[in-house]
């Protein structure tokens, strides 16, 4: 698509270009497993590809999760659960997880993930907040949900396929409800504003807030991944995100089933090795994943032969800014440009890069532009819009946009609307195109010697510098200035601390950025405070700088 017809495309996008792709409709309501699962079943396509832990390698046709999913459902149904209640699952990348999810949205209940990073009270808070009736777990992680007060119905996935789990007095085993089951299960539909998923933030500023999804969600996770990720029928996608989490429930589990593509899921855990594995034996063409699993990679440079690429035609980035680094390093290593995208829990992806849109242009390290039914905006402290290459917080013209979906957070606990505006906390560039580049959260802003400084540009020029594998940068309270810079950098594994390096770091950004950007202080540390999500927690960080006054 041309720049011109990109132009035309945007300007003139309704969600009805998306809707008549769509079995269900916004008259009649929409069933998410019928979407993603059901429309591909009279197929031999392949829905599933699964790379085990223990178990050996194994694929699923549609039909296959399709039978799956409805002997499922009719098991929580057979259990009173259905329309609108939750139904969870904290289980790692398996087939099972797979079950689970379709089956509960084919019944018209709203799937809940649980990360298994998370410990008891993690689960605890989640659940009592839904009220979730029903909860999927394997015998490695049962132990976590002992502490939990009034659990609801527990059921065990199997560890080896063919066995049934060891359970508990009161637990159920998959395999054993599944086999008492029919195969057949029509789906329920549910009207488009109502939910299909009940989401929590990730918590990297103050208590994990509830977002239920609504079913009309599903049009914006379609456009993002046909035009941003650019997936196309011959792809071979793998999102490497984990669907514990919002964007690889959304674009590793929703996103690609809703085109007709297979998903992959690797239970092993992330390395460099088993990622550039995992590439080469199943062909990966097109590649999603954080700015931290980059980072591991391109640190871990050495894996690769002199001159060797994997040879992919896509690579995309979310949930935190792309480092321009890493960029350079994708192109060479990846075979492709990455491209970073921008979007929440909240929201989805609602700023990108395009993959099969020719966009006004490429700026390199910028999170692109609006999504199609979408129109993200950057207000300044009287929530105006702002002018080129001002700052301020980033922001969508709900008015504007469409495909927007989010109504508010579950059980109210913060107001993020302003008049028209739903307000990100994120601050960002405008640079006048209709682009935009992240320059940090709200709170991680800095106020040094009367300048406004944001952590991402001092964190990728430090990440330029060959000994640093990650960086993360706060401001230190300090009496004459409001706050110093500090940096705490994370070094290679073959490079040492030294106050020569901390010296040649700060010269290195007086050189690339300006003075008032140079870190007072660099501490070397051995690992960054973050969520189970890979996002830096800063405030950590911020409150341990605080601590050292």
Known sequence: ?????????????????????????????????????????????????????KRPASQYTYAELQEKSARF??????????????????????????????????????????????????????????????????????HKLDAVKACPTIVIAD???????????????????????????????IGANEPFLQMFTSGTVGKAKGVAVPVRAILSFYVYMKYAIGLRSDDVYWNVADPGWAYGLYYAVIGPLLLGNGTHFNENEFTSESTY?????????????????????????????????????????????????????????????????????????????????????????????????????????????????????????????????????????????????????????SHGDGSYSFIGRDDDIITTAGYRVGPTNIESSLLEHEAVAESGVVGKPNTSYGAIIKAYVVLKPSFGASLELEDDLKHRICERLSSHDSPCEIEFINELPKTTSGKIQRFILRHQARDEV
């Open 73 to 142: 459902a009719n098991f929580l149904h057979s259990n009173g659960i259905g329309k609108g209640d939750r139904v969870a699952a904290l289980l790692p990348r398996t087939p099972d997880l797979m079950i689970v999810i379709l089956g509960a949205l084919r019944v018209g209940a709203v799937y809940q993930p649980l990360f298994t990073a998370f410990a008891s009270g993690a689960i605890a808070y989640r659940m009592d907040m839904a009220n979730t009736k029903l909860i999927v777990t394997d015998e490695y992680n049962r």
């Open 1 to 53: 698509m041309s720049r011109k017809e990109y132009q035309s495309f945007y300007e003139n996008f309704t969600p009805a270009l998306i809707e008549e792709q769509l079995t269900g409709s916004f008259k009649d309501g929409f069933n998410v497993c019928e979407e993603i699962c059901d429309r591909w079943a009279t197929t031999d396509r392949v829905g599933l590809f699964y790379e085990g832990l």
């Open 277 to 429: 594995q995992m590439v080469r034996k199943y062909g990966i063409t097109n590649i999603a994943a954080s700015p931290t699993a980059y980072r591991m990679l391109m640190a871990n440079d050495n894996e690769l032969t002199e001159c060797s690429s994997l040879g992919l035609r896509v690579a995309s980035s979310a949930g935190e800014p792309l480092n321009p680094a890493i960029i350079s390093w994708a192109k060479r290593r990846l075979g492709c440009l990455v491209m970073d995208h921008y979007g929440q829990t909240e929201t989805g992806m609602t700023c990108c890069n395009y993959s099969d849109l020719e966009q006004p242009c490429v700026r390199m390290g910028s999170m692109g532009f609006s999504l199609p039914g979408h129109r993200v905006v950057v207000l300044n402290t009287q929530y105006e819009e702002v002018n080129k290459d001002e700052f301020g917080q980033l922001a969508v013209d709900v008015e504007n946009s469409p495909l927007f979906f989010f109504h508010g957070y579950t059980w109210d606990e913060k107001e993020p609307f302003k008049g028209r505006y739903y307000l990100t906390g994120d601050v960002a560039v």
């Open 159 to 189: 560890l080896i396929s063919g066995q049934s789990a060891r359970t508990g007095s009161d637990d159920l085993s998959l395999t054993d409800e599944l086999a008492r089951q029919s195969d057949q299960f029509e789906p329920v539909r």
